[in-house]
């Protein structure tokens, strides 16, 4: 036994615990479990001798298993149960595969353990008890927390302000109000209180579109499948599928549920590209070929095709048990972490809290240390609630939230219009920030393949390019070395044209069959002109053995039945040697192992050489040339055996063991294909217009399985042939331009080449930036690389990694991650962890459906829509500083200094605080969402990604801008206009200055009301009409409103502002003007001259800022241009 072994032994141990152990702590415990011994209970027996395991070593608690036992019980010979025994830790979703041995035991031991066999099926009540035990073989839905989501819906941004405010004007009304409360407190109370359903409404219906985009978009299971039961064959609903269930499959079926194959034609093959990543398909055994469970060929996984060929298998796993199931359940645990979006409305809220904490504290303190003593009678204990409460409601721009959430809405609805679906709004904006995109190369950048019974488009170039030449010259169009390279890919190929189309042309008729053979079989028509059932029915299929990563090759043997055939198939000498006994053995596989095998090869005049150093020499330099051009090759050869040398008798493994023998020697290379994945058409413009944009865009490319085994125990020229062509791929993308590309090597492992020790790597970004061009590195070669290697290789402008695992795809974008906000592009099973890891996972809608589940955003149509999702991201964040630009000169400046003046200088409050909230969440809010559906200034395109730390969403340019640019011009106005009013009206402002209440002797108290509530309006009303012109300034942050005009100019033209305009001025109108509302609230109408003068403030406004931005234009370096927002 090697140490390997003897030290996986203790680790295997550690994680079994046997069923004797489990029965006798049952038996120890006295429970009544019963139904362990009945026909209601089944698991798996341990293959290992228990002798060689301590009994008390029992299962970690942070592993999931589920176990079967067979029983007998006394008067039936077979009788099954199910017992299902989770010891899963809180909050983990982990399940150990590698305890798996469906694929090691023989499908005989597979049928006795779970009490079913494979020609008759389950019985009707062995389903129905599996069906009672497994539920429906359907992924369960994510767990989520309803009392903590329907917590956050409510308490999210301000919502915990307006409630806590809502109550203290409540208690302010009664009882502190009595004996005269006042109803104004009382209406304040209730709306505050219905602006806190009010957001919590729009966080539910968030999340409510968010599942209405996933329920759209799923659709995890084949909706029926064909069953065998009680031995007929029934079609039955996927998901009422149990294990110990025959499903049958055909080629073009969606694997319902993981199975075990129990009988497979020779020719069957399965897609596991959505596992995978890769269209390279899986040759089905019965046997199995790899200890791995998800590497071995026996085994048939949930989601996958049949491509070709037909089989049957015992379902050995459902539900969330399949490895569809177990990894659906990790990519269902949400996000930990905030998107951009959260974290600077989190900073925003934040900074206003912070600022309406302290003037609360300011009110409190000189209510406390001044008023109290000086003016008792001026605020009550009362009163004091509802100044503090309107300092909050100054402060807070309570429609903010509903105008960031309806804004996100209307750009997603956008979005969906060109097939982009967003399952979380947030997410929008955080493509505008996105500065490097990890894309997989198969699907996304290349066209891949269909995984049904659709052909693919992928196309094949041959050694023999002059082909199309010797046509047109009118020549033999069998002649040769092309008639012998058309009949042997026609040949030694599993793929089968649709008999159904045989008048369609050949390029558009449908093949079965995977995308390699598909590819060759095309090319053998072309070579063929449309012959292909000519050569293949002049010849009697004897023998096959399929691809595989043990081999690396195919072999088809045939007997001929149409001599007339050999003369197009073999050289003219081999075919007068050719006996009717004897056999033609056909091979198509990797050329560095078939290479070898070649006794000679054919010239293109058709004759005979030997295979010497010179050409091994030639055919390497041609194997390169394909890979630096983004093809994979595959050689085909052939080798005539005399009968008398295969004994064995057909389909049998001594049968296959001679043929093996037998294609060791004596080969002759008859030709070599490249096949290639050709690129999306669109891809290139796509690249460079992100390039455009400042987003590098990092290139992950997965090799199958067995080629990245193969790299490993081989040379490093392999790894050279990968890396080639991954640059090949990279380089017509436009991702690789740099003449020179570094590889590994030119990663130092120190800063300074030397020592590790204790250097900042913080500070190489500086040394780096910009003086590294392009890297290709291999996934291998990852493994190897320390933190600062990792550093200097994410700081590269061009990167291309090379088969790459879905591990080191996860590594890839954490890394990058450290310094820059990442995208991660994939449609594979395998992509889905680094979907969740990225800032934002983007998923392709033909991708998996574990894909989609764990993107946050998903592309329909092809990978150029990532070029509009990126300019909306970046056109919404823009969007989004106009709307809080837009939104704090009257929402919260200009109700805050109403407040404090009335603390400090004994002013009366001049805005009420229920007309603040009419502000903030009617004439303002419909106003400040429309500006959602304004286009870009200028290309938005042409500049690069936001920085997250520097560029926030709020910032001091934003907040000069706000506050004492607008806010100051819209404060000042509206006061002026309040107090002319009452000069006007026999109140003289000198009366009210440090009044405290008092009211002046040449007035009534009644009238004194009356008209500081007409007053009160008029402030409304100014800031109401203000805010219109606010609105047309707000628009654009750089260019004129005469470059950008709102009308007239479909480019840029935003025909929902004067809508909006209009339903500000209704709004103010339903507050106003209605007596039943103006007693509660108390307001009054506004005379029509003081509706009209703020428009002369207005046009101020917009004159004043037009000047701002012609400053700005005119010196880009000025100090105006500096502190412009």
Known sequence: ???????????????????????????????????????????????????????????????????????????????????????????????????????????????????????????????????????KNAPSPPKTNRTLTTIGYFFKGFGGILLVGSILVFISWKPLGEPNPAMANLALAIVLLAVFFIQAAFNMFQDWSTSRVMSSIKDMLPEHCQVTRDGHLVDVP?????????????????????????????????????????SRPVAATVHHTDVNYLETHNIGLQGTHCIIGSGTGIVVATGDKTVFGRIAKLTNEPKTTMTTLEREVLYFVLFICAIMLTMITVVLVVWGAWLRREHPDFISVSALIVSCVSVAVAFIPEGLPIAITAGLTITANMMKKNAILCKSLKTVETLGSVSVICSDKTGTLTQASSTRDRVGNTTVESLGREIASKREEGGDKRLGTFGQLGALAALCNAAELDAAQSDVPIANRNIFGDATDTAILRFSESLADGNIGYFRGCWRRVFELAFNSKNKFMIRCFNVTRRAVLKHTLQEAEAERFGDGDLLLTIKGAPDVLINRCAQYLLPSGEMAAVDENVLATLEHVKNMYSSEGKRCLLLARKIVPGHLVTAAADTPECESEMLELAKSGLTLVGMVAIVDP???????????????????????????????????????????????????????????????????????????????????????????????????????????????????????????????PEQKLRIVREFQNKNVVAMTGDGVNDA??????????????????????????????????????????????????????????????????????????????????????????????????????KPEADVLLRPPRNVKKDRLVNWQLLLQAYFVIGLTETLCAFAMSYWYLERNGIAFSDLWFSFGKIPDNVTPEYYSQKLTEASSIYFVTLVVMQWFNLMATRTRRLSIFQHPPLFNKETQNLYLFPAILFSLLMAFLWLYPPAIQKVIVTSGVPAEYWFLPFAFGIYIILMDEARRYWVRRYPKGCVAKAAW
């Open 1 to 135: 036994m090697s140490s390997d072994d003897k030290a996986a032994e203790p680790q295997e141990a550690e994680r079994i615990r046997w069923d004797d152990e489990e029965q006798g702590r049952r038996r120890r415990s006295r429970t009544s479990l019963s139904r362990v011994n009945s026909s209601d209970s089944l698991a798996i027996r341990a293959v290992q001798s228990r002798g060689a395991v301590d009994p008390a070593l029992t299962l970690p608690i942070q592993y999931r298993t589920v176990s079967f036992q067979i029983e007998e019980s006394k008067g039936k010979d077979r009788v099954e149960a199910v017992r299902a025994a989770d010891t899963a830790a809180k909050g983990t979703h982990r399940s150990h595969l590698g305890d798996l041995e469906w694929h090691t035991i023989s499908p005989s031991a597979v049928a006795e353990r779970l009490v079913t066999s494979s020609t008759d099926g389950l019985s009707v009540e062995q389903v129905q008890r599996r069906q009672r035990e497994y539920g």
């Open 679 to 805: 690129l999306r058409p669109e891809i290139r413009d796509v690249v460079s217009t992100l390039r455009g944009a400042g987003i590098r865009i990092a290139m992950a490319r997965r090799e199958p399985p067995l080629l990245a085994r193969r790299n490993l125990l081989t040379s490093c020229q392999v790894t050279g042939d990968f890396a080639l062509t991954a640059l090949a791929i990279s380089r017509e993308a436009g991702i690789v331009t740099s003449l020179q590309v570094d590889g590994v090597d030119k990663l130092e492992r120190f800063p300074d080449g030397g020592s590790s020790g204790s250097e900042d790597l913080d500070d190489v970004k500086g040394a780096w930036a910009g003086s590294r061009g392009a890297i290709v590195i291999s996934g291998p070669e990852l493994t190897s690389l320390n933190e600062h290697q990792w550093k200097v290789l994410t700081e590269y402008e061009e990167v291309v990694f090379a088969r790459t695992t």
């Open 833 to 934: 962890p680094s979907l969740k890891a990225a800032d934002v996972g983007i998923s392709m809608g033909s991708g998996s459906d574990i894909a989609m589940e764990a993107a946050d955003m998903i592309l329909l149509d092809s990978f150029s829509s990532v070029v509009m999702a990126v300019q909306y991201g970046r056109v919404v964040f823009d969007n989004l500083k106009k709307v809080i630009a837009y939104l704090l000169p009257a929402g919260t400046f200009s109700e805050f200094w109403p407040v404090i003046t009335n603390v400090v200088f004994g002013l009366p409050q001049i805005l009420s605080s229920f007309l603040m909230i009419v502000i903030c969440c009617f004439t303002d809010c419909a106003a400040a969402t429309v500006l959602s559906f304004e």
């Open 238 to 278: 996927a998901e009422e599928l149990v294990p110990g269930d025959v499903v049958s499959v055909k080629a073009g079926n969606k694997l319902p549920a993981d199975m075990r194959f129990v009988h497979i034609s020779s020719d069957a093959k399965f897609d596991r590209s959505v596992l995978t990543g890769e």
